[in-house]
């Protein structure tokens, strides 16, 4: 392996991996009646679906040992095969997890945004991540120590529910994207990839560069260029230097090929689209009580 390109791809345009963990507004928690009140005061969990879903019982067992932290976009939270100390529940960020190969360039292996977690690996296998985790929207996450949460698991069955029926879901979104790649054209996978990205992050209007975007399609930019065009004329979207606007939702979806509706559907969710608000949400499942 060409290590040393390796490494220059992945130095570009992120910061080391101990600024990933910088907290929100530049505070370091220590106290945990401190964090409940900056929970409490600044961010809702419940942003994060899958914490959503916790009885109140288990949500309050967890708040103590949450942490708010902040992720620019290109920060890397992760690199390949790092062993995961801490885990994330984003509330506005949207991560990639990202295969690197010999070369430098990249494909996007999966998706993380408020749908779920990151780091789940951390309950898998020994406990390492196999791609590289670097955050595409910059926003807010919740950490929890991995051995903190390893410890209370047994005491949260509908979170450990949740993490199980998150794991699937991932795993699901990766091997149908694998398809993806192989069988459709890549307007089609633009298209589904940006609605991907618009669910997980509720917003509209998506900062994202088409390089960025190339490297997580494993795409060459010039191919983004041209579907990025095809989608402006088809009214899709907008876009402008380093922002990607979704005009027409209902367009995009038309223009998107069947792995979008199946990747939602493996989660269980279905976007709603209201007229005059641009407010689009995912349903997610209720994961059973253990």
């Not at 106290?31 to 900056?38: A, E, H, Q, T, Y």
């Not at 494909?107 to 789940?120: F, H, P």
Request: charge should be positive; hydrophobic fraction near 40%; include cysteine.
């Amino acid at each position: 392996m060409n290590k040393g390109g390796l490494m220059n791809h992945m130095d570009d345009g992120n910061r080391s991996l101990a600024n990933s963990f910088a907290p929100l507004r530049g505070f370091e928690v220590r106290n945990p009646s401190f964090l409940n009140s900056v929970v409490r005061s600044e961010v809702d969990p419940k942003q994060n679906r899958l914490l959503a879903r916790l009885p109140v019982t288990e949500l309050e067992r967890l708040r103590p040992r949450l942490q708010l932290v902040r992720f620019d976009a290109g920060q890397t939270v992760y690199p390949a095969e790092h062993v995961i100390d801490s885990i994330y529940f984003p509330l506005t960020a949207v991560a990639s997890r990202l295969t690197v190969l010999e070369d430098g360039s990249t494909v996007e292996a999966g998706l993380i945004g408020n749908d779920g977690v990151i780091g789940l690996s951390a309950f898998m296998g020994d406990g390492r991540t196999r791609n590289w985790t670097v955050i595409d929207l910059a926003g807010a996450t919740l950490r929890i120590r991995a051995a903190t949460l390893n410890e209370f698991l047994p005491t949260l069955p509908r979170l450990g529910a949740a993490l199980s029926a998150s794991y699937q879901d991932l795993f699901s979104q990766v091997t149908r994207r694998a398809v993806c790649r192989s069988r459709h054209t890549i307007v089609e996978q633009l298209c589904s990839w940006l609605l991907m990205v618009r669910d997980r992050s509720e917003t509209s209007a998506l900062p994202l560069t088409q390089e960025s975007i190339a490297r997580r399609l494993g795409s060459r930019r010039a191919g983004i260029t041209v579907a990025a065009n095809a989608l402006k004329k088809a009214g899709a979207i907008d876009y402008s230097r380093g922002r990607i606007v979704i005009t027409d939702r209902a367009e995009l979806e038309g223009m998107a090929c069947e792995c979008y509706a199946a990747v939602c559907e493996n989660v269980n969710c279905a976007a709603i689209w209201q007229q005059g608000t641009g407010d689009a949400r995912m349903n997610f499942r209720e994961p059973n009580a253990a």
